[in-house]
C-alpha cells in the first residue's frame, strides 16, 4: 500500500509504501468505539462525592410526632426520602472508572483507526519534521504554508525544539508513537506521520 508524501507546501510530492496490516485493514466501528471510550474512562479520576444520610448535618430528632397527622411515619430529617437528605448510594472519591481493553484489542483498534484515515485521505506522511529553532512561529508558519489547521504529528523522535514551538499552537498536537492515543487520531483533521515513524507504528499495531 501506498500513501502520499507531502512537501513543504503540503503538496504530495511522491508515494511512500506503508505495511498493509497497519494502514490498510478493514473498518471496525464497534472496536474503535470500544477503545475511544474506554480511553476516556481510564482518564478520568473520582473528583466528586456525596454525603450519606451519616454524613449530612441534620438533627436526629424526630421531625414530628408518630400519629396522628396524617403524614407518612418520618424518623429524622436526614433519611434518603427528604429534601436535603443523604444518598442512598452515594458517589465516592475512589469511584473507579477504569476499563479493561487487552493488547490486541488495542492493536487492532489503533490499525483501524489508522486505516480508516488514510482511505478519508486525512492521514499522508512527511520525510520529517525539524526546527532549528524553538519558535512558535516558525512551526505555525510551516503548517500554514501546508494549509493544515487542525492537525497531529506522529514523529518518530519530538526533539525539545519541536515540542517548544509546538505546545503553544491551539490544534496541534505533536507526538512519538507511543504516545499516540485514538481520541487524538479521531480528533484532529489530518494526521502527519514522518517515514522514521511507519516502522514504529508498525511494530506496536500491526
Do not use: C
Not at 124 to 137: E, G, I, N, Y
Not at 153 to 180: C, G, H, M, Q, W
Amino acid at each position: 500500500m501506498q500513501l502520499e508524501l507531502l512537501n513543504e507546501q503540503g503538496q504530495a510530492a511522491s508515494k511512500v509504501d506503508v505495511p498493509e496490516t497497519v494502514f490498510d485493514r478493514q473498518y471496525n466501528e464497534d472496536l474503535i468505539h470500544q477503545i475511544v471510550v474506554a480511553y476516556q474512562a481510564n482518564a478520568r479520576q473520582g473528583t466528586r462525592a456525596q454525603k450519606d444520610r451519616e454524613q449530612v448535618k441534620h438533627s436526629t430528632k424526630k421531625p414530628f410526632k408518630q400519629k396522628g397527622t396524617g403524614n407518612a411515619r418520618a424518623g429524622m430529617t436526614s433519611s434518603p426520602l427528604w429534601r436535603g437528605g443523604g444518598r442512598i448510594f452515594p458517589n465516592l472519591p475512589e469511584e473507579n472508572f477504569s476499563q479493561k481493553i487487552n493488547k490486541k484489542m488495542y492493536r487492532a483498534g489503533m490499525a483501524s483507526i489508522l486505516s480508516q484515515l488514510a482511505r478519508e485521505g486525512r492521514l499522508a506522511v512527511v520525510d520529517s519534521l525539524k526546527l532549528d529553532t524553538p519558535k512558535t512561529k516558525v512551526l505555525a508558519d510551516k503548517f500554514k504554508a501546508m494549509n493544515l489547521q487542525s492537525v497531529m504529528v506522529i514523529a518518530d523522535e519530538v526533539d525539545e525544539n519541536l515540542y517548544l514551538a509546538s505546545r503553544n499552537l491551539k490544534n496541534v498536537f505533536v507526538t512519538e508513537p507511543r504516545y499516540a492515543d485514538p481520541v487524538s487520531l479521531v480528533h484532529y483533521k489530518k494526521v502527519l506521520v514522518t517515514k522514521g515513524a511507519i516502522d514504529k507504528l508498525k511494530e506496536m499495531f500491526a
